[in-house]
């Protein structure tokens, strides 16, 4: 008995910190916030707490809070799709082509940039794509006489910035996937005479879709809660949901709305993740 | 040369050029970002000419330096707070199998995986509310939260790799639990505290997010420093300063990478 008990004081003893600490600065915050967005108002000045819904009605019932909605998750997708596109190929290289050290090297050299502050990529892309810019310069030199290129403000240079951003998490996780697949297999496919294109559809992709789901959920729910990335690489046509969601809290102060957009942004997160969880599950049992 | 020699040449090329164009994309805005750091132009123009103008006006800007100072000492205290709260809690996890492990462990997602646009907008709510405030004692608040989970999670991959047979080797040879904890389990945690550690600091060092809800008028760290002059109009001090920071970090994952031996089976 008394080694159950002080079993139990050294697990209390610690854990409890660590856990209170989250408890104070994750979990009760989220709390106060979901509180804040059933309130009429937020905690400015002196007024009795009154529960209301209008903030989540709001959402339902402006249009343009829907498409800034819409245009957010739109914008998880299109970056999702390219890091997919522009990953997976690179993943399966590296994975399975390179070898040694040169692998070991490659591999940091990708997650290396993950590294270097989020903003500040984001602000070496405005560099890079004002007019009279680097890659306005380069273009110009390879084709003269082409038209200006000013991607300054625009929707293409909100999708460069974040799958730039977002691009080596889906190369690691398909990398961790596609490493893990026994070349035993693909031989005895050879064997069997299958050819290349049949081996990666029918055993190479399959197996590494844990890999692409699990990267495609962390580019995605980031993506969508975006705000900076949007405001600087897309200026007046970087509004999105992100965007809202931040002047509510540093521009008009109104905190019930601002949370009652987060709280619908994180359902559909959540949305997302059960959608996702069986898929990644079975596929965990079956590899 | 035969058909079947020569594809696979040609894809063998394919493969290679594709990584190479990723690292190019990767790296091409971080190098220009340095260069233009070292460029006597304001307006970002070529031809380049050298110049180490920018990093000296660092030496004489008194909101950078501020800022800086407070990045560095707010990153410093979450890596001696993070890295000890969540070594305890990765020993316990390690070591005891308790009703309400699982839960607590699924504890660690919510703060990895929430947007932090809305961690960080809760955070100011509930602070405000409370009246703890913003400032650097909130972001501090902010920042630990956001590193304990990796910590906990990288120790605590550490201590799977260890097992439990060198503490029930020192208990059998007559340690007390303190003198095993500090002679025998400690020093071979330590690569993954270190490590841990490092990751803490570069998560509190990189942090934007979170800091930007928590900055009060006039106290900031270098990335809301540096979000302000984007919107407000820069020079290629700002160049300087970033570059400074990228080394920093990637300094910090590097020396992670070796410690941990992330990323290969050596």
């Known amino acids: 008995m008394r080694i159950e008990t002080r079993r139990r ?75 997919i596109l522009i990953g997976f190929p690179a993943a399966y290289w590296l994975a399975r082509r390179i070898r040694g050290r040169w692998r070991e090297a490659l591999f940091l050299l990708i997650v290396l940039p993950f590294w270097s502050n989020a903003l500040v990529r984001v602000f070496s892309w405005t560099i890079v794509l004002r007019p009279d810019g680097v890659l306005d310069r380069a273009v110009q030199s390879v084709i003269p006489g082409l038209p200006a290129i000013d991607l300054t403000d625009s929707y293409p240079a909100i999708i460069i910035g974040l799958v730039h951003s977002y691009l080596p998490y889906m190369i690691l996780t398909c990398f961790l996937s596609l490493q893990a697949i026994d070349e035993s297999l693909l031989e005895a496919a050879r064997s069997l005479g299958a050819r290349s294109w049949t081996i990666l559809v029918r055993i190479i992709l399959p197996l590494a879709v844990p890999g692409l789901a699990a990267g495609s959920i962390l580019i995605f729910v980031p993506v969508i809660g975006s705000f900076f990335e949007p405001r600087l690489l897309g200026g007046p046509k970087g509004t999105v949901i992100g965007t809202v969601i931040e002047e509510q809290f540093t521009v008009v102060s109104n905190w019930p709305l601002g949370g009652a957009l987060s709280f619908i942004l994180l359902a559909i997160v959540l949305l997302i993740l059960a959608v996702a969880a069986p898929v990644l599950k079975n596929h965990m049992r079956t590899t | 040369m035969n058909q079947a020699r020569l594809t696979v040449l040609v894809s063998e090329g394919a493969g290679r050029l594709w990584l190479f164009l990723v690292l190019v994309f990767l790296y091409l ?36 330096l501020q800022a800086s100072f407070n ?14 709260l969540g070594t305890m809690a990765a020993l316990a996890f390690a070591r005891y199998r308790f009703r309400g492990r699982t839960v607590l462990q699924l504890l660690l997602f919510p703060p990895i995986t929430i947007p932090w646009l809305i961690i960080g907008t809760s955070m100011l709510v509930l602070f405000f509310w409370t009246g703890i405030g913003r400032g650097l004692h909130a972001m501090l608040l902010g920042h630990v939260a956001l590193s304990l989970p990796y910590v906990i999670i990288v120790v605590g991959a550490r201590l799977a790799s260890i097992g439990p047979d060198l503490e029930e080797a020192a ?47 006039g106290v900031s760290v270098l990335p809301v420093e540096i979000f302000s002059a984007i919107r407000k109009g820069f020079t290629p001090e700002v160049n300087a300063i970033s570059t400074i920071m990228i080394v920093i970090s990637m300094t910090a994952l590097l020396l992670f990478a070796r410690l941990s031996k992330f990323g290969g089976e050596r």
């Not at chain 2, 460029?39 to 030496?59: I, K, M």
């Not at chain 2, 990045?71 to 000890?84: E, G, K, R």
Request: proline share 6%; glycine share 6%; hydrophobic share 55%.
């Open chain 2, 71 to 84: 990045s560095v000492a707010v990153a410093l205290a979450n890596t001696v707070i993070a890295t000890i």
């Open chain 2, 171 to 217: 208990a059998s040879l007559g340690a007390t639990p303190f003198q095993s904890l500090v002679r025998v389990q400690i020093p071979v945690m330590a690569p993954g505290i270190v490590a841990a550690a490092l990751f803490a600091f570069a998560v509190s060092f990189d942090q934007f997010v979170i800091s930007y809800f928590l900055a009060p008028p």
């Open chain 1, 9 to 83: 004081w050294a697990i209390a003893w610690l854990t409890g910190p660590a856990y209170l600490w989250l408890a104070v600065t994750i979990f009760l915050p989220l709390s106060a916030m979901l509180y804040f967005s059933f309130q009429k108002k937020g905690p400015f000045g002196k007024h009795a707490s009154e529960f209301s819904l209008k903030h989540y009605e709001a959402f339902f019932t402006k249009g343009y809070l829907q498409d800034l909605m819409w245009r957010s998750l739109e914008m998880g997708f299109h970056v999702t799709g390219l890091c």
């Open chain 2, 29 to 64: 805005p971080i190098l220009v970002l340095a260069v233009m750091g070292l460029n006597d132009s304001v307006h970002y123009t070529l031809p380049f000419t050298f110049t180490t103008r920018w990093y000296e006006d660092l030496a004489s800007n008194e909101r950078l």
